[in-house]
């Protein structure tokens, strides 16, 4: 099965292609931090301040438990891919960041998830 985890910002409309979407709209936005608001996701001070947050590593435990029990039961059913968007207001700071942990948190072998950053 083909695993795709992206990034979306819901401003530019959600992905017409997802089977499951993740809002991370509730943690505090890098946008409004000067010094971060050029930065990307991707970038470590951005990383660092998304997911230093105490409910955003609640929020990746739980939806890592979440899709390492979901992934098998959609591989075990045969289905050919699954797309999980993870968005955020502008999809550039607090999705993709999300997206890259999440991404190192799917225990199902040897499916790799492909990374897009739709919005950067």
Do not use: W
């Amino acid at each position: 099965m083909g695993l795709t985890l992206m990034s979306f910002g819901y401003k530019f409309g959600i992905p017409v292609n997802a089977d499951l979407l993740f809002d991370a709209r509730f943690l505090p936005n890098p946008h409004f931090v000067p010094e971060l608001r050029e930065l990307k996701g991707t970038d470590p001070e951005v990383k660092k301040f998304v997911l230093d947050n105490p409910q955003a590593g609640e929020f990746i435990d739980r939806l890592g438990d979440f899709l390492n029990y979901l992934v098998p039961l959609y591989v075990k059913e045969g289905k050919a891919s699954l797309t999980i968007g993870i968005g955020c207001t502008g999809g550039r700071h607090r999705s993709p960041a999300i997206v890259e942990k999440v991404a190192s948190l799917i225990e199902e072998k040897p499916l790799r998830a492909h990374i897009v950053h739709r919005d950067l």
